[in-house]
């Protein structure tokens, strides 16, 4: 169901489904899944919002918004730079992530986006002041469902079983792909 404003709904099938990240030795709750709909004829504007039901008549209890940014002067930038979730809650790595910023820059990279599960206050400071020079996006990011978020037991949860830091890993990475699309020519993860 694809969502236009308050008034309309346009309902409309899957198509397809793929799963995004193949779990052959894995056995996980979350797997996550790209879904294909088709868009009927003469519908030319992305839809605000997405929402998944089983049949039309059911009752949505999940939606998406739907990011369409596009450049505001038709152009698209070069380089944007998609980095994994940073996990460094008590891990000083600023100058790191400074010295890796300024590198990336230097090689023309127009923008870097970053995800934080819990990050050290000085990578909090080096984020916000790339924020504000309009160098770098940063996103809060938590694990979904019953996965820990307090940042000790998260941390420990990623260090105990990589596994599971390598199953979310395509989350932020594939969020990242998908807002800057209509932004930049080259999307680098």
């Known amino acids: 169901m694809c969502i236009r404003d308050r008034d309309k709904t346009l309902i409309t099938k899957v198509v397809s489904y793929t799963v995004l990240w193949h779990m052959y030795r894995y056995v996980e709750r979350y797997i996550p899944y790209m879904v294909d709909c088709v868009m009927p004829a003469g519908v030319k504007e992305a839809p605000l919002a997405v929402s998944l039901v089983n049949d039309e008549c ?24 998609c980095s994994q979730a940073l996990d460094y809650y008590a891990d000083d790595f600023s100058i790191r992530i400074v010295e890796f910023l300024e590198a990336m820059f230097m090689f023309g990279i127009d923008k870097a986006v970053f995800y934080e599960f819990k990050v ?23 694990l979904p469902g019953d996965y820990p978020n307090i940042p000790y037991i998260q941390h420990k949860l990623f260090k105990e079983k990589i596994d599971v830091r ?12 998908y807002r800057n699309i209509h932004l930049y020519k080259y999307v680098l993860l």
């Open 58 to 81: 059911d009752r949505a209890t999940n939606i998406q918004r739907v990011n369409n940014e596009r450049p505001k002067d038709g152009k698209k930038k070069d380089f944007v730079l």
């Open 120 to 142: 050290h206050p000085n990578i909090k400071k080096v984020l916000e002041y790339y924020k504000k020079l309009g160098k770098v996006d940063s996103y809060l990011f938590s």
């Open 166 to 177: 390598w199953i979310i890993e395509p989350y932020p990475l594939n969020d990242c792909f």
